[in-house]
């Protein structure tokens, strides 16, 4: 399974930092999404990681603000949020992948960012 | 503007067939696989189909996923009232380098 953390109230400009901790499946094997869905609004992808950590790719609206990063001895992805905005304001999901960089198996339940100041 | 398009709704009535459509393009659905999520009123997304076509452990056989070309399917037989939902596709697109999903579709049933 997948768990998130790290969610909270942030002000606009400041960071934050998410986590997602994988258990009962052999987490070094899969790449792993980042995906977010603002308050009544549609999924969004956010950013994927390889599963050994040399490729990433963001999208467009958090490039050069967000940065992806994994610890596989700890069975840990990471989501550095920086200069953060109210329209990052969304619930945060980490999934991981299929095949090339499908939608996986594996989907946590979630953690709220609310910018606001 | 989604990169995968779904219908804004459908409807059936209870025990009826629905599908939902996904269209993409050669870049997205028509070199990977699709997936198709399950959003009941104020809780997570929930995966119902992955690779196209397989269900994850738990997910009734009424619930069916296939592809074809740059377009993707989902089907539910036996449509009980705890379906209704919005239902998502997603996949990843080769040439945007880029996740993407389909805008929702919100399924009623009668």
């Known amino acids: 399974q997948l768990v998130e953390s790290g969610g909270g109230v942030v002000q606009p400009g400041r960071s934050l930092r998410l986590s997602c901790a994988a258990s009962?499946?052999?987490?070094?094997?899969?790449?792993m999404h980042w995906i977010r869905q603002a308050p009544a609004k549609g999924l969004e992808w956010v950013a994927v990681m390889s599963y050994d950590g040399r490729n990433k790719y963001f999208a467009d609206s958090v490039k050069g603000r967000f940065t992806i990063s994994r610890d596989n001895s700890k069975n840990t992805l990471y989501l550095q949020m920086n200069s953060l905005r109210t329209e990052d304001t969304a619930v945060y999901y980490c999934?991981?992948?299929?095949?090339?960089?499908?939608?996986?198996?594996?989907w946590g339940q979630g953690t709220l960012v609310t910018v606001s100041s | 503007q989604s990169v995968l398009t779904q219908p804004p709704s459908v409807s059936a009535a209870p025990g009826q067939k629905v599908t939902i459509s996904c269209s993409g393009n050669s870049s997205n659905i028509g070199k990977n696989y699709v997936s198709w999520f399950q959003q009941l009123p104020g809780t997570a997304p929930k995966l119902l189909i992955y690779?196209?076509?397989n269900r994850p452990s738990g997910i009734p056989d009424r619930f069916s996923g296939s592809r074809s070309g740059t377009s993707a399917t989902l089907g539910i037989t036996g449509l009980q009232t705890g379906d209704e939902a919005d239902y998502y596709c997603?996949?990843?697109?080769?040439?945007?380098?880029?996740?993407?999903f389909g805008g929702g579709t919100k399924l009623t049933v009668l």
């Open positions: 997603g996949t990843w697109d080769t040439s945007l380098i880029s996740g993407v």
């Open positions: 690779d196209n076509n």
């Open positions: 999934a991981t992948t299929s095949i090339g960089y499908s939608y996986g198996y594996f």
């Open positions: 009962g499946f052999t987490f070094s094997n899969y790449g």
